[in-house]
C-alpha cells in the first residue's frame, strides 16, 4: 500500500498551490479520502475530506471557500486545490485513507511540506 502526496513547496501569501496523492496497493474507489496538515508545533488536524462515492465532502473551517478537495477514482488520485494561502496555512500535510465500511483499514502518506511566507 502506498499513498505518495506530491506539490508542496514555498509559496507567497496569497499563492496558489495544488496537492496531488497517488495511491496504489488498495481498491481506492472503496475509500474516504482525507487530507491533514501538521503546522509546526502543532497537532495534526483534518483539513478536508471526500467519500469514496465523490457524493460528499467536508471541510476545516479556516479552509472554507479557499481550498477545494477533489477526486479521480479512476486514477487512484485525490487532490488538494488550495488558494489564497496564508501563513498560518503553513504545516506538512498528510493523504489519509480510510475504508467506508471498515474504518480500522486506514493508511497514511509520508507528507509534504507547505510553507507560506514572504
Known amino acids: 500500500v502506498q499513498l505518495v502526496e506530491s506539490g508542496g513547496g514555498l509559496v507567497q501569501p496569497g499563492g496558489s498551490l495544488r496537492l496531488s496523492c497517488a495511491a496504489s496497493?488498495?481498491?481506492?474507489?472503496?475509500?474516504?479520502m482525507n487530507w491533514y496538515r501538521q503546522p509546526p508545533g502543532k497537532e495534526r488536524e483534518l483539513v478536508a475530506g471526500?467519500?469514496?462515492?465523490?457524493?460528499?465532502?467536508n471541510y476545516l473551517d479556516s479552509v472554507k471557500g479557499r481550498f477545494t478537495i477533489s477526486r479521480d477514482n479512476a486514477k487512484n488520485m485525490v487532490s488538494l486545490e488550495m488558494s489564497s494561502l496564508r501563513p498560518e496555512d503553513t504545516a506538512v500535510y498528510y493523504c489519509y485513507a480510510r475504508h467506508r465500511w471498515a474504518p480500522t483499514l486506514n493508511y497514511w502518506g509520508q507528507g509534504t511540506q507547505v510553507t507560506v511566507s514572504s
Open positions: 471526500i467519500s469514496s462515492r465523490n457524493d460528499n465532502t
Open positions: 496497493g488498495f481498491t481506492f474507489r472503496n475509500y474516504d
